[in-house]
């Protein structure tokens, strides 16, 4: 059974701090990772992919990948009140099949 | 608009009904899933089909019975449900193939509702 692991939260931070995110996953041979975000009563949405060993920015995103740890983060930085919802962790097998973490709910409070 | 679309957004039924919730894409993926997401709880993967071809199931009651008649559309039959059923069932697609995966992209639901 594969698994990804996502502590369900709710992570509070203040405004203008940096959130972070983890999620762990259990298949070793896991070749994509996504972050979504899920705003209550809406569809998840894309924020962040990546693919190999090392960090990827987006703008106030950043992607964190670590293969031989097996975990996954997404840091936001300059938390916005807007950046409140749940991060669902996304990764896809070798065959491709999309396995979603439990989320984590973030609060960033004004 | 994500370029998954689901019909009908907001659906109440009563336990002895019939219906079916329909996606569809147009963006050339090869594999829909069907989700289910109860209130205050995780995604559950529901079915999975990749080239029309049911390849996951992970123990869902028989009251719901997936349909994939082609590579852009997508049925959940709905029939003698329960309460508990009511959800927020979510569509996606995604490209499956050799190598990277692309990221999939979800319908924005329907809200079901069982009487």
């Known amino acids: 059974q594969k698994e990804v692991e996502q502590n369900s939260g709710p992570l509070s931070v203040p405004e203008g701090a940096i959130a972070s995110l983890n999620c762990t996953y259990s298949?070793?041979?896991?070749?994509?990772f996504f972050w979504y975000r899920q705003y209550s009563g809406k569809s998840p949405e894309l924020i962040m992919s990546?693919?190999?060993?090392g960090d990827k920015e987006d703008g106030r995103f950043t992607a964190q990948l670590n293969k031989a740890s097996q975990y996954v983060s997404l840091l936001i930085r300059d938390s916005q009140p807007s950046d409140s919802a749940t991060y669902l962790c996304?990764?896809?097998?070798?065959?491709?099949?999309?396995?979603f973490g439990g989320g984590t709910r973030l609060m960033v409070k004004p | 608009e994500t370029g998954v679309t689901q019909t009908p957004r907001h659906l109440v039924m009563g336990m002895t009904n019939k219906k079916s919730l329909k996606c569809e894409q147009h963006?050339?993926?090869?594999?829909m899933y069907w989700y289910k997401q109860s209130a205050k709880k995780p995604l559950e993967l529901m079915f999975v089909?990749?080239?029309?071809?049911?390849?996951e199931n992970n123990s869902v009651p028989s009251r719901f019975s997936p349909e994939c008649p082609n590579s852009s559309h997508l049925f959940l039959h709905l029939h003698t449900l329960q309460p508990e059923d009511s959800a927020l069932y979510l569509c996606a697609s995604s490209l499956h193939g050799t190598g990277l995966s692309t990221e999939a992209f979800f319908g924005q639901g329907t809200r079901l509702t069982v009487v």
């Open positions: 996304a990764v896809t097998d070798a065959g491709n099949m999309l396995t």
């Open positions: 089909y990749s080239l029309e071809e049911r390849v």
């Open positions: 963006l050339g993926h090869n594999a």
């Open positions: 990546i693919y190999s060993n």
């Open positions: 298949d070793r041979g896991s070749q994509s």
